[in-house]
């Protein structure tokens, strides 16, 4: 008998720490960690971007916007459009919330694509000029541009934005 109630017992006492174990892993679960874009490099990048413009040639805005798509940085060159400053931050809201350019998403919601709905979605800005910021695998914020001659210059001006400041994205 006295060899059941000691084996009674290391299991009772290992059944416990098994408990106590998983207890705290549990409780980590419902804690999410993330990267994100910090309001200074937001800056470097918006002005990187903005000061690329302006070498072409191009009066336009520049917006930051972080992991969530909520704005963190906003540029407008002095004879940018009234409308650039919303474009602009319409486009890096659009490439954070679908983790894609806004030229991919222009190229699959097409009318009459399976994707066309996008295009209809509140605060959607689906052309070209908003592009994703990763760091170490993890979406970290968008950036969008609005002014250029085109998306196409747009875009090119945020991704030179991007490779400015790639180096410190790289941790």
Not at 131 to 143: H, M, N, Q, R, T
Request: proline fraction near 5%.
């Amino acid at each position: 008998m006295p060899e059941i109630a000691m084996n009674v017992r290391c299991l009772s006492v290992a059944t416990a720490l098994l408990i106590v174990s998983i207890c705290p892993l549990r409780a980590e679960e419902g804690l999410v960690a993330y990267k994100s874009l910090g309001p200074e490099l937001a800056l470097d990048l918006a002005r990187a971007a903005l000061a690329n413009c302006r070498t072409r040639g191009y009066q336009v805005a520049v917006a930051v916007v972080d992991r969530f798509g909520v704005t963190q940085v906003m540029l407008r060159d002095r004879f940018a459009g009234p409308h650039t400053p919303s474009t602009a931050a319409g486009k890096a809201w659009t490439a954070a919330s679908f983790k894609t350019s806004t030229t991919e998403l222009n190229a699959i919601s097409q009318p009459g694509m399976m994707q066309a709905g996008i295009r209809n979605l509140p605060g959607a800005v689906v052309i070209a000029g908003g592009l994703i910021v990763e760091a170490g695998g993890s979406l970290v914020g968008a950036i969008g541009v609005s002014g250029a001659p085109g998306g196409d210059a747009d875009e090119a001006c945020a991704k030179a934005g991007i490779d400015a400041v790639r180096d410190k994205l790289d941790f």
